[in-house]
């Protein structure tokens, strides 16, 4: 069966520094063989030279080109990141991506055959969708921000990943015995949707536009990309016991039913989240930051998504 595709430029951007050395651009001749197998399409590719490049890059793109436009981010879900925030804004430029990092917690959020993500024909031929953003200061995330004792757990696996035996899921594992060796818990001040409202020593904070974290732990049973709002888990600091017995449901988001999360697990579905504190660390699809204060929102529909033909949204639990 033949399809057709309104002739448009696919832009295809290689992180060469994501996931396990060389692994992003074995990719290239498959993009290359997809490339001489549909002449009429204008395919190209760009390698990132330097942090953030994928940002500018995209964004100068976008803005040169009169008709519609196609990136797609090979690399982790930092990559993604990137691109994503060099379109912010643009009504002519959508975004797929090609998981070729260590933790791909992203596409984790569609259902399909394994390694459609990965099919270029698949990817060339996907539905472009809009789905919702979540903004944060002057940036945007498309998947998760973690904040508290989620984020340092991030900055410990990205330590251990340069270790032979540490790589994808089993990295953030080790951060999180790494981090409940260590003090943990931080002053925080939040307000949701400027009504609910919550202070004192907070263990974590998850702000959730997709479901996964960490390389597959499913923090969020309850989110979905397309659905206008932001899923908050804010977890308060409890005894390292407690947190043990709910770091199993934390994997596969079952912990906010827990017995051993009452009194302590808030799941807040809203719009808007005002943040202060004098040492928050936040983790922006994971990349790591430090800042005092967070103004965060979710933005509907604000950026189109590219879909691979064989794959669906993955339908979120009920809660």
Known sequence: MLFSVRKMKHIFIVNPKAGKPGSAEK??????????AFPEKEIEIYSTT????????????????DGEIRFYACGG??????????????????????????????????SGPEGSFTNIKQQLFGESVPI????????????????????????????????????????????????LRKKYGFPLTASFDSVKKAEGEMLL???????????????????????????????????????????????????????????CVEHIRCREIELSSPELHLCADGEVFSLTTASIRILPGAVRFIIPRSCTFTAPAAF
């Open 27 to 36: 990719i290239i001749p498959e993009i290359e063989k997809a490339a001489a």
């Open 132 to 179: 919702d953003l979540i903004a944060w200061n002057d940036s945007v995330c498309i998947n998760m921000l973690n904040i508290g004792f989620d984020c340092d757990v991030v900055a410990e696996a990205e330590r251990l990943k340069t270790k032979r035996f540490f790589r994808g899921k089993l990295s953030y594992v080790g951060g999180i015995f790494v981090v």
């Open 205 to 263: 904070l998850a702000v959730a536009n997709g479901g996964y974290c960490g390389g597959g732990f499913h923090t969020s049973l309850a989110a979905r990309l397309d659905d206008g709002l932001m899923d908050a888990y804010l977890i308060h600091k409890i005894k390292r016991g407690r947190f043990m017995k709910l770091l199993p449901g934390y994997r596969t988001g079952k912990y906010v039913n827990q017995k051993a999360a009452r009194d």
């Open 50 to 65: 330097a942090p953030r490049d994928a940002t500018r890059y995209a964004r100068e793109r976008a803005l040169a080109e």
């Open 77 to 110: 879900d930092g990559t993604l990141n990137e691109v994503v925030n060099g379109l912010r804004g643009l009504s002519n430029a959508s975004v797929g991506c090609i998981p070729v990092g260590s933790g791909n917690d992203f596409v984790r959020n569609f």
